[in-house]
Every structure is written in C-alpha cells, then in structure tokens.
C-alpha cells in the first residue's frame, strides 16, 4: 500500500493586510480569558454550557488547565532574540506559528458562520485550522475558503459508511485527515442537561427565553443563519447530511463507533493517500500502535476534558509519549492552552505542534472573524514575546531543561510504561 503524503504544499504565509482599528467589543479582549468571559454574557446559557463544559464533575477539563501551574521557567540571559521567528515546520508545511485552531463541533451554532469565520481567519494568520465533522457547514465550503484546512472525522463503525465518508473528504480536496479516537461512545456530559442543552436542540419555551433575552446572539446568528441559509444541519458526520440541529423527534446518527478497532484504521490508512493523523492519544503504547499502523503524526488529547471524568491532562502523559516516540515523530497536543506560556511549555515538554480550541469558538461568536483573528494575534505576540524572555529565538529551541517542575507534593506518578 501507498502510504506516502502527497508532495507538500508551498509555504502558508499571512496574507498582508493593512491596519485596522480595533473592533470596539474587543478593545477589553487583552487575554483568552478574556474572551471566556465576553461569551458567557453573549451566548445562550445552553450554548454556552456546550462550548465550556467537560463532563460529570469536571475534573478532566480543570486538571487541563491546573497542569501548566505545575512548571515554571528557568530563563536563559544575554542571548540575542533580534531575529526570532515562530514559524515552524509540521508535515511538510511551514507555517506563521507553532500552533492552531483546534475542531470544535456546532461553531455555526455559537457564532454566525462559524467554522467559515475560523477558516477565513487562520488563512489570513498562516496558521492550521482543523474542521469537525460535527460541524453545521459542509466540509466543501471550508476546504474552498482555506485549500489548507485539515478535516478531523468521526468515523462510523461501519466499514462501507467509513469509505463513503473518505470518499467525500477526498473529492472535496483535502489534503489532511483527522480521525478522532476516543469517541465510542459520547461523555457523560451533565452540564449541558441541567443548562437545557441537547443534539439536536429541542424546541422548548426555556430555549425560547433563552434566546430572547440574548438579542445580539438571536439576530446576529441564529435567525441570521436561517434567513440566509436555511435550518442548519449536521453535515459532515457521515457521507451524506445528517439530523437539523432543531428538532423534536429526530436523533443524530453517531453509527457503531464502539465497534472500533485497529483494523478500521488500518482500512482508513489503505484508503486515504493524504496525510493522516490520530486524535485522542494519551497512552505511550497508543502512540507506538499509531505510528506501526501507519499514522503520519498523533494529537495527544482528552478531547479538551469532554468524554472521560478524570481522564489525564495531555500534558501530564507528553513526556512518556515524546520518548516512546522519539523526537522526530510529529506529536501535536491540545487541551487547556490559554497562555503563550502554555503554548511554550508544551513544545519543551516535546511536542512539535499546538492546538487550541474554545477560546478561538468564543472569539468567533463575539465578534466574528475580527474576533478570531484578534485572539490569534494575543496569542502569537504572547508567544513572540516569551519567546525573548527565555532567550530563545525559534520554537523547536526549548527542551525541558527550560522547565522546573513544581507539582504539589504527594502528586501521583503517572504508571504508565
């Protein structure tokens, strides 16, 4: 089989644009924090339950965050940082940063043309934007606004339904493939019921309110999105268009997902001539399985702490998994990035890639692309800045010798092999 990626696309560089004043709904946007904050008073209490929420008690989504408290840095002084870059190299691409903008699914649903707004603003920045199949966008306009998008699907459990999809992603031109893995089944996600949140939506009066009381979120992308476009859909979960994301009765069509097993990747990696890479590793044996089987690059990820309560913070199991792999392996990892400090701490650890999810969700939904696009800005001069503070000029410059581990004592090991 024929396993080798396509010939590598030119160089992703930002498209010059000229300066333009602030939008004044994000002068205040210093941080992504700050973003969490704006879209909690702009979104729906369902939708916005959607996006922040984990599952059951939440432990998984705040050790995602509690983990980069546990380093700090041990700068470096008296070096020249004058021509320091962040661009870096990642499956045969170069791109404007070392990180980029993770899947989300339901964009559409919390900023008007969501995944669009994303794709617009990474191809401006030169940066990866990686869409989900459970989006409300079909995969094709995506892949016409950005050629360089990545595409991550949810694979049904059934072999034919996995080829048609495959056949579809192909057709449409992408060039990366995301297949996520630790989806069998969905997470027990408690937040989203006592917020009145379900997919699809159910029409009820307390989403009704919901809505009426949040007007900006009402007329600027819901009932926008339905004069423009239509009732919004499922799009890309399968080959062919899925449930509405309003409806009373319908339910949405996940297929046999618990039935996957390594041969269906094995079938994926026979098919797809692209580059492919597996979402959803924490486990340094997964990862060697993974690149045996045929992965070109994992993503080292708890699903942003939204399927399993307790699940290990990426970044608590990165270090086995750089040295099961070595360092030349891609390893990427996402989940509770907030900081260019985080963005840091991740590639000294060893990963070679970053990606960060809600933030970019919050800033569309906000203020649209400018939105994204100034969160991408905060946090590439972040990085930018760092980067100077530590004496480094390149990403790929720091190693763990930059980082003291302060983790609390008594904190457990991580037993893994």
Request: proline share 8%.
């Amino acid at each position: 089989m024929d396993t080798s990626p396509p010939p590598a696309a030119a160089a992703v560089t930002p498209k010059p644009a000229a300066p333009a004043a602030t939008p004044r709904r994000l002068r205040r946007i210093l941080s992504l924090d700050d973003l969490e904050r704006a879209a909690r008073r702009h979104l729906p209490p369902p939708i916005f339950a959607y996006v922040s929420g984990g599952c059951e008690t939440n432990l998984a989504r705040h050790d995602n965050r509690a983990v980069f408290d546990e380093y700090r840095f041990v700068t470096r002084i008296l070096t020249s940082t004058s021509k320091r870059s962040l661009r870096t190299r990642l499956l045969g691409q170069d791109w404007a940063a070392p990180f980029g903008i993770a899947p989300m699914g339901m964009s559409a649903l919390s900023a008007y043309q969501g995944d669009l707004v994303q794709a617009r603003a990474a191809a401006q920045a030169g940066i990866p934007m990686i869409m989900s199949g459970s989006s409300l966008i079909p995969l094709e306009q995506i892949v016409q606004a950005y050629p360089q998008a990545w595409f991550q699907a949810y694979v049904p459990g059934e072999p034919a339904r996995i080829l048609a999809l495959l056949d579809r992603v192909e057709r449409a031109g992408y060039g990366t493939l995301v297949v996520t893995v630790d989806t069998p089944v969905s997470g027990n996600r408690e937040n989203n019921t006592r917020a009145g949140f379900s997919s699809p939506l159910r029409p009820s009066l307390r989403l009704a309110w919901d809505g009426v009381t949040h007007p900006r979120w009402l007329f600027g992308t819901a009932l926008k999105t339905l004069w423009r476009h239509g009732m919004p859909h499922f799009e890309n979960s399968q080959a062919t268009r899925g449930a509405p994301i309003l409806s009373r009765n319908v339910m949405r069509d996940f297929g046999a997902r618990d039935h996957l097993d390594w041969s269906h990747f094995d079938l994926i990696r026979n098919r797809w001539r692209g580059r492919l890479v597996l979402k959803g590793v924490l486990h340094p044996r997964d990862a060697v399985l993974a690149r045996e089987h045929g992965a070109d690059a994992i993503i080292v990820s708890n699903h942003g702490g939204r399927q399993l309560d307790g699940a290990a913070s990426p970044m608590r199991v990165l270090p086995a998994i750089v040295q099961a792999l070595g360092p030349d392996y891609p390893v990427m990892l996402d989940s509770g990035i907030r900081r260019g400090t985080d963005v840091l701490k991740a590639l000294a650890l060893g990963a070679h890639f970053v990606f960060v999810g809600r933030p970019f969700n919050y800033a569309g939904a906000i203020a649209g692309q400018a939105g994204v696009a100034h969160a991408i800005d905060i946090l590439r001069q972040e990085v930018h800045r760092n980067m100077a503070l530590l004496g480094m000029n390149a990403p790929r410059d720091l190693d763990a010798g930059e980082l003291l581990k302060v983790a609390p004592a008594g904190s457990p090991a991580s037993g893994l092999e």
